[in-house]
């Protein structure tokens, strides 16, 4: 069965720390990686990764991706109160063709930044 | 420009009763997902349309279904609700212009809560 695992599940930290979330799959038709922030209501996209060994960055945030161990980290650094958020990891797989497939969600890492 | 619209925020129906949510794509985009989170399970995918048609469907009864219209437009129906599909709904549009974008764009959901 098709599977992602998320670590740790929930993470107390103070501003200014970095933090180091996990990911593990296992899927049969892999298609690419995606991290996603759930803060309130709407997940918003943060990265997608595809390709292994190739970090993805976007500020203090970054990511990359290890096809032949099946896992990928996301690194906050410098973390803020307004990093506290869920932290969904999922994996789009299926094939190609006029279809997105299907994402296979892990049950996220809950992060709680304090001051 | 305007992100996925997803009506109504809220609902309460009581076990046996159905019920029809409705998501609104970003103008432009032509594929739309759907997905139940709870705490439990998490995010788990419901189906997948593009142009109108079904595209992947996920491991969920036949009481789920849906469908999109002309103008990209999906609704999705859960007949002879049960206790267990009180979760947030979550629709999530996205261009699929070329192979692979994987960049989903979720709105902020439907809260049913089934008495």
């Known amino acids: 069965e098709d599977k992602v695992v998320q670590s740790p599940l929930s993470l107390v930290v103070h501003e200014g720390d970095t933090v180091t979330l996990n990911c593990s799959y296992e899927?049969?038709?892999?298609?690419?990686l995606l991290w996603y922030k759930q803060e309130k209501k709407a997940p918003t996209f943060l990265f997608m990764l595809?390709?292994?060994?190739i970090e993805k960055k976007s500020g203090r945030l970054s990511s990359i991706l290890d096809k032949k161990e099946l896992f990928s980290i996301l690194n906050i650094t410098a973390t803020q109160t307004g990093d506290s958020a869920i932290y969904l990891c999922a994996v789009q797989e299926g094939n190609y063709g006029g279809s997105q497939g299907n994402l296979i969600f892990g049950k996220g890492t809950k992060l709680s930044v304090k001051p | 420009k305007a992100g996925v619209t997803q009506t109504p925020r809220y609902l309460i129906k009581t076990r046996g009763q159905q019920v029809t949510l409705s998501c609104s794509p970003i103008s432009g985009h032509r594929s739309v997902s759907w997905y139940q989170q709870t705490p439990g399970q998490g995010l788990q995918f419901l189906f997948e349309?593009?142009?109108?048609?079904?595209?992947n469907k996920g491991n969920f009864p036949g009481r789920f279904s849906g469908r999109q219209f002309s103008n990209s437009r999906s609704e999705m129906n859960v007949s002879t609700l049960e206790l267990g599909d009180s979760a947030l709904y979550l629709c999530?549009?996205?261009?699929?212009?070329?192979?692979?974008?994987?960049?989903?764009?979720f709105g902020e959901g439907s809260r049913l809560t089934v008495l």
């Open positions: 999530a549009s996205s261009r699929l212009a070329g192979a692979n974008t994987g960049e989903l764009f």
């Open positions: 595809t390709s292994s060994g």
């Open positions: 349309y593009f142009s109108e048609t079904q595209r």
């Open positions: 899927v049969t038709n892999f298609r690419s």
